[in-house]
């Protein structure tokens, strides 16, 4: 059993940056992939990163390549999601959850994750 807390959300210019966190409670946290994932008001939930259990591979949605970077410390049982050059676009409630089962590499279907935080805010004003 995985429980995840989101936090670092909020309210940012467009150009800026934010780090989210997600920490996790749980000794099996490093046997996880994990995953981001948004939502935005009316839209159906996407997938933005996720990493693998023991974050030597790493995938990103095209809409945020080169400007989101997903990271892991299982010392601490958290992982990160570094958003650099925010876009209004970027604007939706962030998710992180774990993978449904333990050694697998993440994918980008939300359906396959067993576990989720209850989300931060993120809003880009332009």
């Known amino acids: 059993q995985v429980q995840l807390v989101e936090s670092g959300g909020g309210l940012v210019q467009a150009g800026g940056s934010l780090r989210l966190s997600c920490a996790a409670s749980?000794?099996?946290?490093?046997?996880?992939?994990m995953g981001w994932f948004r939502q935005a008001p009316g839209k159906e939930r996407e997938f933005v990163a996720a990493?693998?259990?023991?974050?030597?591979?790493?995938s990103n949605a095209d809409s945020v390549k080169g400007r989101f970077t997903i990271s892991r410390d299982n010392a601490k049982n958290t992982v990160y999601l570094q958003m650099n050059s925010l876009k209004p676009e970027d604007t939706a409630v962030y998710y992180c959850?774990?993978?449904?089962?333990?050694?697998?590499?993440?994918?980008?279907?939300?359906?396959?994750?067993?576990?989720w935080g209850q989300g931060t805010q993120v809003t880009v004003s332009s």
């Open positions: 990493i693998s259990w023991n974050g030597g591979s790493s």
């Open positions: 959850a774990a993978y449904l089962r333990r050694y697998y590499s993440a994918t980008q279907n939300p359906h396959e994750y067993g576990y």
């Open positions: 749980g000794r099996t946290f490093s046997t996880y992939s």
